[in-house]
T-cell receptor, first 111, second 114 residues
Framework: GQSLEQPSEVTAVEGAIVQINCTYQTSGFYGLSWYQQHDGGAPTFLSYNGLDGLEETGRFSSFLSRSDSYGYLLLQELQMKDSASYFCAVSHPRSSYKLIFGSGTRLLVRP | NAGVTQTPKFQVLKTGQSMTLQCAQDMNHNSMYWYRQDPGMGLRLIYYSASEGTTDKGEVPNGYNVSRLNKREFSLRLESAAPSQTSVYFC?????????????FGSGTQLSVL
Protein backbone atom coordinates (compact mmCIF):
# COMPACT_ATOMS: atom_id res chain seq x y z
CA GLY A 1 0.00 0.00 0.00
CA GLN A 2 0.86 3.63 0.10
CA SER A 3 1.57 5.73 3.17
CA LEU A 4 2.93 9.20 3.71
CA GLU A 5 4.24 10.71 6.91
CA GLN A 6 4.36 14.39 7.72
CA PRO A 7 4.83 16.25 11.00
CA SER A 8 1.44 17.23 12.38
CA GLU A 9 2.41 20.78 13.29
CA VAL A 10 5.22 23.26 12.71
CA THR A 11 5.61 26.75 14.15
CA ALA A 12 7.85 29.48 12.72
CA VAL A 13 8.40 33.19 12.93
CA GLU A 14 7.44 35.69 10.26
CA GLY A 15 10.34 36.25 7.86
CA ALA A 16 11.99 32.94 8.68
CA ILE A 17 12.45 29.79 6.57
CA VAL A 18 10.60 26.57 7.34
CA GLN A 19 10.91 23.07 5.91
CA ILE A 20 8.02 20.60 5.94
CA ASN A 21 9.14 17.01 5.42
CA CYS A 22 7.29 14.14 3.82
CA THR A 23 8.41 10.54 3.76
CA TYR A 24 6.54 7.98 1.76
CA GLN A 25 6.22 4.27 1.30
CA THR A 26 4.76 3.15 -1.96
CA SER A 27 5.09 0.17 -4.25
CA GLY A 28 5.25 2.45 -7.27
CA PHE A 29 5.95 6.10 -7.65
CA TYR A 30 5.09 8.82 -10.15
CA GLY A 31 6.11 11.85 -8.17
CA LEU A 32 5.29 14.03 -5.17
CA SER A 33 2.77 16.87 -5.10
CA TRP A 34 2.15 19.56 -2.49
CA TYR A 35 -1.11 21.33 -1.68
CA GLN A 36 -1.92 24.22 0.64
CA GLN A 37 -5.19 24.56 2.53
CA HIS A 38 -6.23 27.49 4.68
CA ASP A 39 -8.72 26.87 7.47
CA GLY A 40 -12.18 26.54 6.00
CA GLY A 41 -10.84 26.74 2.47
CA ALA A 42 -10.19 24.43 -0.43
CA PRO A 43 -6.83 22.81 -1.14
CA THR A 44 -4.76 24.59 -3.78
CA PHE A 45 -1.91 23.12 -5.78
CA LEU A 46 1.60 24.33 -4.92
CA SER A 47 4.11 22.14 -6.70
CA TYR A 48 4.99 18.79 -8.21
CA ASN A 49 8.29 16.93 -8.31
CA GLY A 50 8.43 14.20 -10.93
CA LEU A 51 12.20 13.96 -10.82
CA ASP A 52 14.80 14.21 -8.08
CA GLY A 53 15.93 17.67 -7.19
CA LEU A 54 14.62 21.07 -6.35
CA GLU A 55 11.68 22.87 -7.96
CA GLU A 56 11.34 26.56 -7.18
CA THR A 57 8.23 28.69 -7.45
CA GLY A 58 8.71 32.11 -5.90
CA ARG A 59 9.06 31.83 -2.13
CA PHE A 60 8.19 28.14 -2.22
CA SER A 61 10.50 25.31 -3.22
CA SER A 62 9.96 21.58 -3.21
CA PHE A 63 12.56 18.84 -3.17
CA LEU A 64 12.45 15.14 -3.94
CA SER A 65 14.88 12.30 -3.34
CA ARG A 66 13.56 9.03 -4.74
CA SER A 67 16.43 7.03 -3.29
CA ASP A 68 15.50 8.24 0.21
CA SER A 69 11.71 8.13 -0.37
CA TYR A 70 11.68 11.63 0.95
CA GLY A 71 10.63 15.08 -0.04
CA TYR A 72 10.15 18.47 1.51
CA LEU A 73 8.48 21.79 0.99
CA LEU A 74 10.56 24.85 1.77
CA LEU A 75 8.87 28.14 2.51
CA GLN A 76 11.07 31.24 2.60
CA GLU A 77 10.40 34.76 3.88
CA LEU A 78 7.43 33.49 5.81
CA GLN A 79 4.36 35.68 5.90
CA MET A 80 1.37 35.51 8.23
CA LYS A 81 -0.78 34.42 5.30
CA ASP A 82 1.34 31.27 4.98
CA SER A 83 -0.36 29.92 8.12
CA ALA A 84 -2.22 26.95 6.68
CA SER A 85 -2.10 23.19 6.37
CA TYR A 86 0.26 21.64 3.83
CA PHE A 87 -0.31 18.22 2.32
CA CYS A 88 2.05 16.04 0.36
CA ALA A 89 0.51 13.56 -2.04
CA VAL A 90 1.54 10.69 -4.31
CA SER A 91 -0.25 8.97 -7.14
CA HIS A 92 -1.42 5.41 -6.65
CA PRO A 93 0.97 3.07 -8.51
CA ARG A 94 -1.84 1.49 -10.52
CA SER A 95 -3.65 4.67 -11.38
CA SER A 96 -2.30 8.19 -11.64
CA TYR A 97 -5.88 9.40 -11.16
CA LYS A 98 -5.82 8.24 -7.55
CA LEU A 99 -3.96 10.83 -5.54
CA ILE A 100 -3.09 9.66 -2.00
CA PHE A 101 -2.72 12.48 0.51
CA GLY A 102 -0.72 12.66 3.70
CA SER A 103 -2.52 13.76 6.85
CA GLY A 104 -1.10 17.26 6.57
CA THR A 105 1.20 19.61 8.45
CA ARG A 106 -0.35 22.60 10.15
CA LEU A 107 1.99 25.59 9.88
CA LEU A 108 1.57 28.43 12.34
CA VAL A 109 3.45 31.63 11.51
CA ARG A 110 3.95 33.94 14.47
CA PRO A 111 4.82 37.63 14.39
CA ASN B 1 -14.12 32.59 -13.74
CA ALA B 2 -16.03 30.14 -11.53
CA GLY B 3 -13.68 27.10 -11.72
CA VAL B 4 -15.25 24.28 -9.72
CA THR B 5 -18.64 24.96 -8.14
CA GLN B 6 -20.18 22.74 -5.50
CA THR B 7 -23.62 22.86 -3.95
CA PRO B 8 -24.77 22.94 -1.25
CA LYS B 9 -22.16 24.48 1.04
CA PHE B 10 -23.75 23.09 4.19
CA GLN B 11 -26.18 20.26 4.80
CA VAL B 12 -27.58 18.50 7.83
CA LEU B 13 -29.18 15.09 7.36
CA LYS B 14 -30.81 12.56 9.60
CA THR B 15 -29.55 8.99 9.54
CA GLY B 16 -31.12 7.15 6.63
CA GLN B 17 -31.89 10.23 4.54
CA SER B 18 -30.54 10.56 1.03
CA MET B 19 -29.03 13.48 -0.79
CA THR B 20 -27.02 14.42 -3.83
CA LEU B 21 -24.04 16.75 -3.89
CA GLN B 22 -23.66 18.62 -7.13
CA CYS B 23 -20.42 19.66 -8.78
CA ALA B 24 -19.73 21.50 -12.02
CA GLN B 25 -16.54 22.78 -13.63
CA ASP B 26 -16.17 25.29 -16.42
CA MET B 27 -12.53 24.62 -17.34
CA ASN B 28 -13.27 21.94 -19.95
CA HIS B 29 -11.46 19.38 -17.82
CA ASN B 30 -11.71 15.71 -18.63
CA SER B 31 -11.29 14.28 -15.13
CA MET B 32 -13.34 14.89 -12.01
CA TYR B 33 -13.09 13.63 -8.44
CA TRP B 34 -14.90 13.45 -5.13
CA TYR B 35 -12.86 13.56 -1.92
CA ARG B 36 -13.83 13.60 1.73
CA GLN B 37 -11.82 15.22 4.51
CA ASP B 38 -12.21 14.36 8.15
CA PRO B 39 -10.76 16.48 10.98
CA GLY B 40 -6.98 16.31 11.20
CA MET B 41 -6.76 14.08 8.17
CA GLY B 42 -5.84 14.38 4.58
CA LEU B 43 -8.23 14.00 1.71
CA ARG B 44 -9.45 10.55 0.77
CA LEU B 45 -10.69 9.76 -2.70
CA ILE B 46 -14.26 8.46 -2.88
CA TYR B 47 -14.82 8.16 -6.62
CA TYR B 48 -13.36 9.62 -9.75
CA SER B 49 -14.27 9.99 -13.38
CA ALA B 50 -11.31 9.85 -15.72
CA SER B 51 -13.40 11.10 -18.62
CA GLU B 52 -17.02 11.63 -19.57
CA GLY B 53 -18.88 8.33 -19.43
CA THR B 54 -16.53 6.59 -16.98
CA THR B 55 -16.45 6.34 -13.21
CA ASP B 56 -14.22 4.34 -10.87
CA LYS B 57 -13.89 3.67 -7.17
CA GLY B 58 -11.36 5.42 -5.02
CA GLU B 59 -10.16 4.57 -1.53
CA VAL B 60 -13.48 4.89 0.33
CA PRO B 61 -16.41 4.28 -2.06
CA ASN B 62 -18.75 2.36 0.26
CA GLY B 63 -22.04 4.14 0.87
CA TYR B 64 -21.70 6.43 -2.14
CA ASN B 65 -22.68 6.50 -5.79
CA VAL B 66 -21.65 8.91 -8.50
CA SER B 67 -22.88 10.08 -11.88
CA ARG B 68 -20.85 11.82 -14.54
CA LEU B 69 -23.78 13.62 -16.10
CA ASN B 70 -21.74 15.25 -18.86
CA LYS B 71 -18.26 16.68 -19.22
CA ARG B 72 -19.03 19.54 -16.85
CA GLU B 73 -20.96 17.83 -14.06
CA PHE B 74 -20.16 15.08 -11.57
CA SER B 75 -22.58 14.33 -8.73
CA LEU B 76 -22.16 12.35 -5.53
CA ARG B 77 -25.13 10.58 -3.96
CA LEU B 78 -25.59 9.26 -0.46
CA GLU B 79 -28.46 6.79 -0.61
CA SER B 80 -28.83 6.22 3.12
CA ALA B 81 -26.73 8.61 5.15
CA ALA B 82 -24.86 7.38 8.23
CA PRO B 83 -23.13 9.37 10.99
CA SER B 84 -19.79 8.02 9.71
CA GLN B 85 -20.37 10.07 6.57
CA THR B 86 -20.20 13.31 8.51
CA SER B 87 -17.34 15.06 6.76
CA VAL B 88 -16.32 17.85 4.44
CA TYR B 89 -16.69 16.85 0.82
CA PHE B 90 -14.61 18.34 -1.97
CA CYS B 91 -15.13 18.03 -5.66
CA UNK B 92 -12.09 18.52 -7.88
CA UNK B 93 -11.20 18.47 -11.55
CA UNK B 94 -8.08 18.18 -13.65
CA UNK B 95 -7.31 18.47 -17.33
CA UNK B 96 -6.35 14.79 -17.37
CA UNK B 97 -5.26 12.23 -14.82
CA UNK B 98 -1.57 12.32 -15.57
CA UNK B 99 0.91 12.14 -12.73
CA UNK B 100 1.45 15.53 -11.22
CA UNK B 101 -1.61 16.94 -12.90
CA UNK B 102 -2.89 19.93 -10.94
CA UNK B 103 -6.21 19.35 -9.19
CA UNK B 104 -8.61 22.28 -8.89
CA PHE B 105 -10.91 22.00 -5.90
CA GLY B 106 -14.34 23.38 -5.18
CA SER B 107 -15.05 25.22 -1.93
CA GLY B 108 -16.43 22.15 -0.19
CA THR B 109 -19.65 20.90 1.35
CA GLN B 110 -19.84 20.49 5.09
CA LEU B 111 -22.17 17.57 5.77
CA SER B 112 -23.44 16.53 9.18
CA VAL B 113 -25.39 13.31 9.64
CA LEU B 114 -27.27 13.11 12.92
Amino acid sequence: GQSLEQPSEVTAVEGAIVQINCTYQTSGFYGLSWYQQHDGGAPTFLSYNGLDGLEETGRFSSFLSRSDSYGYLLLQELQMKDSASYFCAVSHPRSSYKLIFGSGTRLLVRP
Amino acid sequence: NAGVTQTPKFQVLKTGQSMTLQCAQDMNHNSMYWYRQDPGMGLRLIYYSASEGTTDKGEVPNGYNVSRLNKREFSLRLESAAPSQTSVYFCASSASGGAGEKLFFGSGTQLSVL
